[in-house]
């Protein structure tokens, strides 16, 4: 990248990572810091009541030294810059470094700042390390804030020099300063938050990966997991302090998610705990549910039935018929793999291997009856093929010759577990370096996914690539993905509706009068339909 030249050969993996961000987001080396706007600060905010005192001591105890300190807030934005003189403010003005700007890595680059702040660890920025060209005077380490209780990340203490004055000690320095800002953040808690406290903590602990919070009686949140402050903004806090302490509370979000609540009373003085999940939009699911097919896994298992696995391309038919086995072999044959394929079949199953027969629909009659043969005899076969009411009679006789039967829901019927799933592939590409985001999620929910879990697996793996840390916009998919279709604003019905007319179309090459008559409507009625529901026909 252009960027390269300008980066030192040292910078280790983390800070070529940062680099990458910046230029990525947008910023330039040459950013004049100046230009970017600020905000008023809040002298009484809760974090610098904690951290003033801890400020005090460090400053005293760097006095007569270059060495300065500069906390940022939650939202990267420089708070307090300890105490300096008025040669050291007039540089640091200079330099863009003012109370109120946001050094995050998409808008100041790689610092002492931002890149903990995106990290969540401490981090030291020597001089030419940092991106903008403005800040490479100066040397920093960084360390997050967190809270002991929410683990919310509270803001990012830096303790910085000039450049080529690094000390080896600024790291532990700096980690004890802020654990003692963490200590005073607790410490501030009222009374009543410590009772509140507790209430959290058992219900985080009982509801495991459930956004929960706790709302006081004018609203104001007292406590929150991550996953509960990332679906909810401001705007919705006052709008769910309105609602009844009541279970099963569909709630819509000021970001156009929706939210399932669960909200009780926890004390007398009009504090409730709300604890939430997620409600995907959902078609109607043309397979058996998740659990039934677990449960046939199970039983196949259990019994060494030969057992078809059928479904859409991409649904994991082959991973599906793997798992069979309790630790057994696995020999996978594939029947366009050559004129071969039958021995390797019969010395495969008379070894007693589980035998996965990938693309049986692709079997002519001759082979169909080897392989029925084979299964009347005891061998233990799985065949995967596509939706059985896509076969032909005599490929769904051999279906019916299996004594177990597993049909795979397409990615699209199973909307509820996309955000899990993505997750998990998420999880499995970045080591857990990244995390989407909730708009995100709720965004691939929405997707159709023609090609299930593979097309699924390959976007995820898209995304990571383009933003391997921190949190995944629904700007970091793949182009061709960051527009839902039509069909993810229907409603449940117009979806079944859509569904059944795109299959009736499907099976009748195209012939509406044909499909009409296989729907039981008018032919007038489908055009009708089909226009009010953009159909492509």
Request: net charge positive.
């Amino acid at each position: 990248m252009t960027f390269d030249r300008e980066l030192p050969s040292t910078a280790s993996a983390a800070i070529r990572g940062s680099w990458k961000r910046s230029w990525q987001a947008g910023v330039r080396p040459e950013l004049a810091l100046d230009r970017l706007g600020a905000v008023e600060v809040d002298p009484d905010s809760r974090l610098l009541r904690a951290a003033r005192p801890v400020l005090d001591r460090v400053a005293d105890e760097l006095s007569g030294t270059a060495y300065f300190t500069v906390l940022a807030d939650s939202a990267a934005r420089i708070v307090h810059r300890g105490r300096i003189s008025h040669r050291a403010e007039a540089v640091l003005d200079s330099t863009g470094v003012v109370l109120g700007r946001q050094f995050s890595e998409e808008s100041t680059g790689t610092n002492g700042i931002a890149t903990p702040f995106e990290l969540r660890r401490g981090m030291s920025v020597r001089g030419g390390e940092h991106f903008a060209h403005a800040m490479r005077r100066y040397s920093c380490y960084g360390y997050p804030i967190v809270h002991p209780v929410t683990r919310r990340l509270e803001g990012v203490l830096d303790l910085a020099g000039r450049a080529g004055d690094e000390n080896p000690l600024f790291g532990p320095y700096l980690r004890r300063a802020v654990a003692d800002v963490e200590r005073a953040l607790l410490t501030g808690a009222r009374e009543s938050r410590r009772r509140m406290l507790h209430a959290f903590e058992e219900a985080t602990a009982r509801r495991g990966e459930r956004a929960v919070l706790a709302l006081s009686k004018d609203g104001e949140v007292l406590l929150a997991n991550r996953t509960a402050l990332d679906h909810l903004d401001a705007s919705d806090h006052s709008r769910l302090r309105d609602l009844p302490a009541r279970p099963g509370i569909r709630f819509g979000t000021a970001n156009g998610l929706d939210l399932l609540l669960h909200i009780e009373p926890i004390d007398a003085h009009g504090s409730v705990l709300i604890s939430f999940v997620p409600v995907y939009r959902a078609r109607h699911v043309s397979g058996p549910p998740r659990d039934a097919v677990e449960r046939e896994l199970t039983r196949c298992r259990a019994g060494r039935l030969s057992t078809v696995v059928v479904g859409e391309p991409g649904t994991g038919r082959t991973t599906t018929a793997a798992r069979l086995t309790d630790g057994s072999e696995v020999v996978t044959i594939g029947c366009a793999d050559g004129p071969t394929w039958l021995e390797r079949v019969s010395r495969a199953a008379e070894s007693g291997a589980l035998v996965v027969v990938e693309g049986f629909e692709l079997l002519g009659e001759r082979e169909l009856r080897a392989v029925g043969d084979r299964i009347a005899r005891g061998a233990w076969i799985a065949l995967t093929g596509p939706p059985i009411k896509q076969l032909g009679p005599d490929h769904r006789h051999l279906v019916h010759r299996c004594l177990g039967r597993i049909e795979l829901a397409p990615l699209r019927d199973r909307r509820a577990e996309i955000p899990a799933l993505a997750r998990t592939l998420l999880t499995e590409a970045t080591g857990g370096s990244a995390r989407f985001t909730p708009a995100a999620l709720a965004h691939l929910a929405d997707l159709d996914w023609p090609g299930n879990l593979r097309e699924l697996a390959h976007v995820v793996r898209t995304a990571a690539t383009h933003r391997s840390v921190g949190d995944i916009l629904v700007a970091d998919l793949p182009p061709e993905y960051r527009t839902a279709p039509a069909t993810s604003r229907l409603t449940r019905w117009d979806r079944a509706d859509h569904d059944a007319i795109v299959e009736a179309l499907s099976r009748s090459g195209g012939n509406k009068l044909q499909a009409a008559k296989d729907l039981g409507i008018s032919r007038g009625t489908l055009y009708n339909r089909i226009r009010t529901l953009r159909i492509k026909a």
